[in-house]
């Protein structure tokens, strides 16, 4: 089994940052790719940005400038560093990994629980 923590959620006022983290933990043998996407109310679930097991970055448009995804493979985890936020990012943000699994060799794509940020003054 294998699950993805996530924190860092919460109420912001406009133009404020918030930092989300997720940690990953079980049977993992490899991450591969990881991300974070986000769903707002009545909409569909997209991609926010996603980083590779060596480091190379993918932004949405929306996210560009703004947006900083990292990880720390030692710790499992990866991070969204979320400046000048506006109200238009308030949605329940998802972290999404690539994952191979041990000791039966599989490959699995595992998603956070979520993770609600509410942009408001």
């Known amino acids: 089994q294998v699950q993805l923590a996530e924190s860092g959620g919460g109420l912001v006022q406009p133009g404020g940052s918030l930092r989300l983290s997720c940690a990953a933990s079980?049977?993992?043998?490899?991450?591969?790719?990881m991300g974070w996407y986000r769903q707002a109310p009545g909409k569909k679930r997209e991609l926010v940005a996603t980083i590779t097991s060596g480091g190379s970055t993918n932004y949405a448009d929306t996210a560009k400038g703004r947006f900083t995804i990292s990880r720390d493979n030692g710790k499992n985890t990866v991070y969204l560093q979320m400046n000048s936020l506006k109200p238009e990012d308030t949605a329940v943000y998802y972290c999404n990994a690539g994952v191979v699994t041990m000791p039966l060799i599989r490959d699995l794509e595992v998603w956070g629980q979520g993770s609600l940020v509410s942009v408001s003054s």
């Open positions: 079980g049977s993992i043998l490899k991450l591969n790719d």
